[in-house]
């Protein structure tokens, strides 16, 4: 059943300005075989790209590996964190202008650096991971709604960030992540030693 849907939250994942939506939108509109199929209403598809995101398991499972990766350099900082710690207290034993003070001052200094070093080199890594990984999911969205859209009968599917009002439309953001988890689960099934027969 159709439904009237207010789509003003903006989407994490959208692309297109509003003004290019309107304009595919009245593309579609005004196109021969939107004029012979006059005789019908136009169906909306009305996509949530946020929404999608959260229910994706491939989504999820490369947040899964940046959060692993984040946890397991943080081991590793740990240790250096704790030499660092264990430096400082030992300078509490010698005069600040003593050999022993400077040297373990120099240290401290060194392994900050390294740190700061280190937290830079993984916060691009993640942030670069992320975002390959971003727009491999935004290409396969659009790519999901096109073969639903054609499927199902849908003359313009628009994304729910991009546009402030729907009258008619029809929400199949849950519909389009139901589709893209069930090529996901195939892949996954595909690469495992004992996986289907055949594949």
């Given at each position: 059943m159709k439904q009237k849907r207010s789509a003003s939250r903006s989407a994490?994942?959208?692309?297109?300005?509003?003004?290019?939506?309107?304009?595919?939108?009245?593309?579609?509109?005004?196109?021969?075989?939107?004029?012979?199929?006059?005789?019908?209403?136009?169906?909306?598809?009305?996509?949530?790209?946020?929404?999608?995101?959260?229910?994706?398991?491939?989504?999820?499972?490369?947040?899964?590996?940046l959060?692993?990766?984040?946890?397991?350099?943080?081991?590793?900082?740990?240790?250096?964190?704790k030499e660092i710690a264990r430096l400082r207290a030992e300078m509490l034993y010698f005069k600040p202008e003593s050999r022993d003070y400077r040297q373990r001052q120099g240290r401290i200094a060194e392994k900050q650096e390294t740190l700061l070093r280190s937290r830079r080199r993984l916060s691009r890594a993640l942030a670069e991971r992320s975002g390959t990984a971003l727009e491999a999911v935004r290409k396969e969205l659009r790519q999901t709604v096109k073969s639903y859209a054609a499927a199902?009968?849908?003359?313009?599917?628009?994304?729910?960030?991009a546009v402030l009002y729907v009258a008619g439309g029809v929400d199949i953001s849950l519909k389009v992540a139901f589709e893209m988890n069930r090529r996901y689960k195939d892949e996954q099934a595909k690469r495992r030693p004992n996986g289907p027969k055949g594949d």
């Open positions: 994490s994942t959208g692309h297109s300005s509003p003004l290019s939506i309107l304009a595919a939108v009245a593309a579609v509109l005004l196109s021969p075989s939107a004029a012979r199929a006059a005789a019908r209403p136009v169906k909306i598809g009305i996509v949530d790209t946020r929404v999608v995101l959260d229910k994706l398991l491939r989504w999820q499972h490369v947040q899964g590996e959060r692993a990766a984040r946890e397991k350099a943080e081991g590793h900082w740990a240790a250096d964190q199902n009968g849908f003359d313009v599917v628009v994304d729910a960030g």
